[in-house]
């Protein structure tokens, strides 16, 4: 009976041993499981707070390039007002000068005529004399 006492509190210490054991290696488990999940919820939280900074880097790349396309499409506007104001101002002057060109054409063009009467008025009155004839024609 001793044996099997002995044998039976060998057997209950080897149970609880093996209890004590598997209850270990469930802890230890467990403790694995939930460093697992806590390691898995800190990279699910950096990997959305490096989404969340990669899309504000894209939003303000995006605002910066609608900026810079902004200001260069007001430049091109901005240039081409000024090339046409220039263009019309050049116009406006070469116009006033042909224009001005062209009254002094017509002065020199009527002073040339007077002068050209006077002369062939002169003409007539001596040939006239010449040949004693009257001038009230001339």
């Known amino acids: 009976m001793l044996l099997k006492n002995t044998l039976m509190i060998a057997m ?12 270990s290696q469930k802890e230890s488990t ?13 990279a699910k939280k950096s990997s959305a707070e490096m989404m969340d900074d990669a899309k504000a880097k894209a939003k303000e790349m995006k605002d910066d390039a609608a900026d810079a396309y902004d200001d260069a499409k007001d430049k091109a506007e901005d240039a081409y007002d000024d090339a046409k104001d220039e263009a019309a101002e050049l116009y406006d ?3 006033d000068e042909a224009n001005d060109a062209l009254e ?12 050209a009467a006077a002369k062939i008025k002169e003409a007539c009155i001596k040939a006239k004399k010449k040949l004693g004839q009257s001038t009230d024609g001339c």
């Not at 209950?12 to 209850?23: F, K, N, P, Q, S």
């Open 12 to 23: 209950i210490a080897a149970t609880v041993g093996l209890t004590a054991c598997t209850e």
């Open 30 to 42: 467990e403790e694995a499981k939930q460093d697992a999940m806590e390691m898995a919820e800190d």
């Open 93 to 95: 002057d070469a116009r």
């Open 104 to 115: 002094d054409t017509k002065e020199s063009a009527a002073e040339a005529k007077d002068e």
